[in-house]
């Protein structure tokens, strides 16, 4: 069974760096043609993708947030870290890591985590 | 940057047929884009309906199916239950991935 689950702060103050970590199981991501990607959704907005990691380290970024994040994996902890720096309150969403084979993509959703940016 | 276009919303009746569309701004949507369909509701998840344009999961109704539609990728769901109305989104792959807008589809 394929498990991902975000995890992270719930509150960010403006300026500040978010971290968001995606803890999965079910799956490697040394398994050829696997990835993780990040994507947000500001209440009552459309979702947005942010980034996508591959197994074979392979990183894109959404070029309009390109400046502002990284992405990483740490496949023998099972895990992905999404850094968004000098946070604003229009980054305030639900953030989901999604799990995506070949050209599957998000075949399968954490349940999100909703980030207020608010000072 | 490329930009996706979708219907904002759409209206069907039950057992009806609605087609929703994905365009691109760099041109015509082609299989090359993989186009991806996902289904949202309130307060869930999205959930994956379709991949490479007209895959289905194995937990895709077989009233959903996915093509290219002119220069536009499609969603067509044909017998339209009530429980279909949600948030549908289309995703091209060039490279990163990107969102459509969204359609909302009110089943009346």
């Known amino acids: 069974q394929i498990t991902l689950k975000e995890s992270g702060p719930t509150l960010v103050r403006p300026t500040q760096t978010l971290t968001l970590t995606c803890s999965f199981s079910?799956?490697?991501?040394?398994?050829?043609?696997?990835?993780v990607g990040w994507i947000r959704q500001p209440p009552g907005k459309a979702l947005e993708w942010l980034a996508v990691i591959y197994w074979d380290d392979d990183k894109r970024y959404s070029p309009s947030l390109k400046s502002r994040l990284t992405i990483t994996k740490d496949p023998s902890k099972n895990q992905v870290v999404l850094t968004l720096t000098n946070m604003d309150p229009v980054d305030t969403a639900t953030y989901y890591c999604a799990l995506s084979t070949s050209h599957r993509i998000a075949v399968n959703w954490g349940q999100g985590t909703l980030v207020t940016v608010s000072s | 940057q490329t930009v996706v276009t979708q219907e904002p919303s759409l209206t069907v009746s039950p057992g009806g047929t609605v087609t929703l569309t994905c365009a691109s701004s760099t041109g015509a949507v082609t299989s090359g884009y993989y186009p991806n369909w996902f289904q949202q509701k309130p307060g869930q998840a999205p959930r994956a309906l379709i991949y490479?344009?007209?895959n289905k999961h194995s937990w895709t109704p077989a009233r959903f199916s996915g093509s290219l539609l002119g220069d536009k990728a499609a969603l067509t769901l044909s017998g339209v239950q009530p429980e279909d109305e949600a948030e549908y989104y289309c995703l091209l792959y060039s490279g990163g991935w990107v969102f459509g807008g969204g359609t909302k589809l009110t089943v009346l």
């Open positions: 079910g799956f490697s991501l040394s398994t050829s043609g696997v990835g």
């Open positions: 490479g344009t007209s």
